[in-house]
């Protein structure tokens, strides 16, 4: 099993431009989730998903999209990046149903300049 | 809001020396995850300890739910064990996702 995998592992964005940021798992989790990590700090939720078609925002939802068409699936976007995204952003998954361990992806490293 | 705080915030020690991390939250807390941050920034799942207590190898961890704390214990520690070793919690068994902690960066010197 692969787990869960995030592309790109890197990325150079421009003030003002957008992207998308993969996540995708092979566990058939329902639950899945991105976070982002700034220097020097721990992780902080930007949205979430219960399973295809249901999202909801976490902490730190501004400036971000999610859309969540599969279960494998949960991509999010950048519309019009800003410095302050500047970030290394992780997606987790877990199954549903009582307590269960959050699964992490390697992560994005992103940098807006 | 729910807090997570860890302690201490720097630790450098010498190689093979024993060492315990401490992770404080204020809320119940229904899922509780220990994980290592590694010099590439990977995040390594170590425990998922709600409660009781867990070995791995040279690794253990203890959650004393009632009292709001873990710890996690790294015993004759090798230079491979630097990083930041982070505590993170959700409090409940629904989609809740995880509160982090700020970590804890141990650095083992040879």
């Known amino acids: 099993n692969a787990g869960v995998t995030q592309t790109p592992k890197f990325r150079i964005l421009k003030i003002g431009q957008s992207m998308t940021l993969q996540c995708t798992q092979d566990?058939?989790?329902?639950?899945m989730y991105w976070y982002r990590q700034d220097p020097g700090m721990g992780l902080k939720l930007i949205y979430y998903?219960?399973?295809?078609?249901?999202?909801d925002k976490g902490e730190v939802p501004n400036g971000y999209n999610v859309s969540r068409s599969t279960t494998e699936d949960f991509p999010l976007r950048l519309e019009l990046a800003a410095p302050s995204q500047t970030s290394v952003y992780f997606c987790?998954?877990?199954?549903?149903?009582?307590?269960?361990?959050?699964?992490f992806g390697d992560g994005t490293r992103l940098s807006i300049l | 809001g729910i807090q997570v705080e860890q302690s201490p915030p720097d630790l450098i020690l010498q190689e093979g020396a024993n060492s315990t991390l401490r992770c404080n939250f204020s809320?119940?807390?229904?899922?509780l995850q220990w994980f290592h941050q590694n010099p590439w920034g990977q995040l390594i799942n170590l425990f998922y300890?709600?409660?009781g207590t867990k070995q791995n190898g040279r690794l253990s961890a203890t959650t004393v739910a009632t009292e709001r704390y873990s710890l996690l214990y790294i015993s004759s520690s090798q230079t491979t064990d630097s990083g930041v070793y982070f505590c993170?919690?959700?409090?409940?068994?629904?989609?809740?996702?995880?509160?982090f902690g700020k970590g804890t960066h141990l650095i083992i010197q040879p």
């Open positions: 987790a998954s877990r199954q549903q149903g009582g307590a269960q361990p959050q699964h």
């Open positions: 566990m058939n989790h329902n639950y």
């Open positions: 998903s219960v399973g295809a078609g249901i999202t």
């Open positions: 809320d119940s807390v229904n899922n």
């Open positions: 300890i709600p409660s």
């Open positions: 993170a919690r959700s409090p409940g068994g629904g989609a809740d996702g995880l509160t």
